[in-house]
């Protein structure tokens, strides 16, 4: 059975640091790019960092600088550090393969940012 877990998420002041995980299980982890999607109240879900399985990465510009993907593909899992916050990263954040979404979305982890 798929399942992609995501926690790390909180509530931070502006200018502040977060370090999102996601646990994938039942999916060919390795060999899937992957990605970060959030999602804000009244929007609709974007894809904000991206990462290949070895290791390129790409960055929405409104997070470029200052978000920064990782993966251990050996425990399934992937990482987003997210650094020098804004209160328009409050988000509901979720992770699925990318560009293409192939797996049901988990339950994501909100990021509350307070300014």
């Known amino acids: 059975q798929v399942q992609l877990v995501e926690s790390g998420g909180g509530l931070v002041q502006a200018g502040g640091s977060l370090r999102l995980s996601c646990a994938g299980s039942?999916?060919?982890?390795?060999?899937?790019?992957m990605g970060w999607y959030r999602q804000a109240p009244g929007k609709q879900r974007e894809l904000v960092a991206a990462?290949?399985?070895?290791?390129?990465?790409n960055y929405a510009w409104s997070v470029k600088g200052r978000f920064t993907a990782s993966r251990d593909n050996d425990q399934s899992t992937l990482y987003l550090q997210m650094n020098s916050l804004k209160p328009e990263d409050t988000a509901v954040y979720y992770c699925?393969?990318?560009?293409?979404?192939?797996?049901?979305w988990g339950q994501g982890t909100q990021v509350t940012v307070s300014s």
């Open positions: 990462i290949t399985s070895g290791g390129g990465t």
């Open positions: 039942g999916i060919i982890f390795t060999f899937n790019t």
């Open positions: 699925n393969t990318a560009p293409s979404t192939y797996y049901p």
